[in-house]
T-cell receptor
Framework: DAGVIQSPRHEVTEMGQEVTLRCKPI?????LFWYRQTMMRGLELLIYFNNNVPIDDSGMPEDRFSAKMPNASFSTLKIQPSEPRDSAVYFC??????????FGQGTRLTVV | KQEVTQIPAALSVPEGENLVLNCSFTDSAIYNLQWFRQDPGKGLTSLLL?????REQTSGRLNASLDKSSGRSTLYIAASQPGDSATYLCAVAGSGNTGKLIFGQGTTLQVKP
């Protein structure tokens, strides 16, 4: 397996634009997580899915953020409209039944 | 609410030294604990996973211990090498069996040749 795949690796966008981040988890994994990493706040859990169902989205900072998992092999995190304070590295991770988590390489988002 | 703390925030050691990284957590009702490594600009790589019923795990020069009752874990790195330079993150999964990981802020390690 190629591991957790995220796209794009880098995204630069203007304030107010819609941004969509994508994640392909490892095949067979049943849990998927979206994290955000900043220097100030470290790694924060935004939302996680179990068997494609959102279980806890309490970490989603605002209604501007939304996430979907239409099937077991794909998830998106959308920010609309984007703001400069959303600039961060966004990670997707997947795991199977509480075993070790595997992280993607991340998407570095810059909102100008 | 679970909180995870890692001390020290940064550490610089000469090559060959043995070292210990510390992780503490406030809620001892955990399912497992993981140690990760993160290189600059990269994702996280899992190093060791300790289930709540275990006391330690070993992989090569790495040994991680877990003392659930005191809310502590340590990562021991033997005979450190410059290639070990990275940020090391500790994360705990709560007892709700969801796999949801709460991370510490990490310890940035520099091993000097």
């Amino acid at each position: 397996d190629a591991g957790v795949i995220q796209s794009p690796r880098h995204e630069v966008t203007e304030m107010g634009q819609e941004v969509t981040l994508r994640c392909k988890p490892i095949s067979g994994h049943n849990s998927l997580f979206w994290y955000r990493q900043t220097m100030m706040r470290g790694l924060e859990l935004l939302i996680y899915f179990n068997n494609n169902v959102p279980i806890d989205d309490s970490g989603m900072p605002e209604d501007r953020f939304s996430a979907k998992m239409p099937n077991a092999s794909f998830s998106t995190l959308k920010i609309q409209p984007s703001e400069p304070r959303d600039s961060a590295v966004y990670f997707c991770a997947s795991l199977f039944m509480n075993t070790e988590a595997f992280f993607g390489q991340g998407t570095r988002l810059t909102v100008v | 609410k679970q909180e995870v703390t890692q001390i020290p925030a940064a550490l610089s050691v000469p090559e060959g030294e043995n070292l210990v990284l510390n992780c503490s957590f406030t809620d001892s009702a955990i399912y497992n604990l993981q140690w990760f490594r993160q290189d600059p600009g990269k994702g996280l790589t899992s190093l060791l996973l300790i289930q709540s019923s275990q006391r330690e795990q070993t992989s090569g020069r790495l040994n991680a211990s877990l003392d659930k009752s005191s809310g502590r874990s340590t990562l021991y790195i033997a005979a450190s090498q410059p290639g070990d330079s990275a940020t090391y993150l500790c994360a705990v999964a709560g007892s709700g069996n969801t796999g949801k990981l709460i991370f510490g802020q990490g310890t940035t390690l520099q091993v000097k040749p």
